[in-house]
T-cell receptor, first 111, second 115 residues
Framework: GNSVTQMEGPVTLSEEAFLTINCTYT??????LFWYVQYPGEGLQLLLK?????DKGSNKGFEATYRKETTSFHLEKGSVQVSDSAVYFC??????????FGAGTILRVKS | EAGVTQFPSHSVIEKGQTVTLRCDPI?????LYWYRRVMGKEIKFLLH????????ESGMPNNRFLAERTGGTYSTLKVQPAELEDSGVYFC?????????????FGQGTRLTVV
């Protein structure tokens, strides 16, 4: 069945550091890929998405590229801020249906 | 526009008791999903409604869980009787029924603790 594996956290960075959170997936067919973020005390929010191979999703300075050859969708940001501290979830969806999530990665950014 | 709303935000109950969680989706969203995150692990799918019909309930853990969506509006998820392993955060999400990849909008979740 479909599954998502993402790097374990917590990831602790200093402000303005470069961020990478790795995500790989296993799926049949051609899933859509997503990154969701959960800020403290809030619900899940869609951060970015990519619906086909080589697509790049981007939002709020975050980027992720759909790599079919490596079945990956790594999240990157060039310069993190304290306000980026949150839990990040990688997810996939086949046929626009239910989401399959990874375990989540806690990001802590220190000033 | 109001987002997805879940009630209560927290619930602490004793093993064997009954708890009912409620989700109010975004108005006009035919798709409604329930998910659960247990003990900091991955968020897992429970079930999917299209309007008032259960489209997919393959993720429901056992028959102690009962979900309903009356009139295709709000949904309830009842756990009866609750067990310790049911503790976790229950998320509800809703989405439109058209578009190739409709965006799912999530509520803040209900944190359930069974003691």
């Amino acid at each position: 069945g479909n599954s998502v594996t993402q790097m374990e956290g917590p990831v602790t960075l200093s402000e303005e550091a470069f961020l990478t959170i790795n995500c790989t997936y296993t799926a049949t067919g051609y899933p859509s890929l997503f990154w969701y973020v959960q800020y403290p005390g809030e619900g899940l929010q869609l951060l970015l998405k990519a619906t086909k191979a080589d697509d790049k999703g981007s939002n709020k300075g975050f980027e992720a590229t759909y790599r079919k050859e490596t079945t990956s969708f790594h999240l990157e940001k060039g310069s993190v801020q304290v306000s980026d501290s949150a839990v990040y979830f990688c997810a996939l969806s086949s046929y626009g249906n239910k989401l399959v999530f990874g375990a989540g990665t806690i990001l802590r950014v220190k000033s | 526009e109001a987002g997805v709303t879940q009630f209560p935000s927290h619930s602490v109950i004793e093993k064997g008791q009954t708890v009912t969680l409620r989700c109010d989706p975004i108005s006009g969203h035919d798709n409604l999903y329930w998910y659960r995150r247990v003990m900091g692990k991955e968020i897992k799918f429970l079930l999917h409604f299209v309007k008032e019909s259960k489209q997919d309930e393959s993720g429901m853990p056992n028959n102690r869980f009962l979900a309903e969506r009356t009139g295709g509006t709000y949904s309830t998820l009842k756990v009866q009787p609750a067990e310790l392993e049911d503790s976790g955060v229950y998320f509800c999400a809703s989405s439109l029924s058209w578009g190739r990849v409709p965006e799912a909008f999530f509520g803040q979740g209900t944190r359930l603790t069974v003691v």
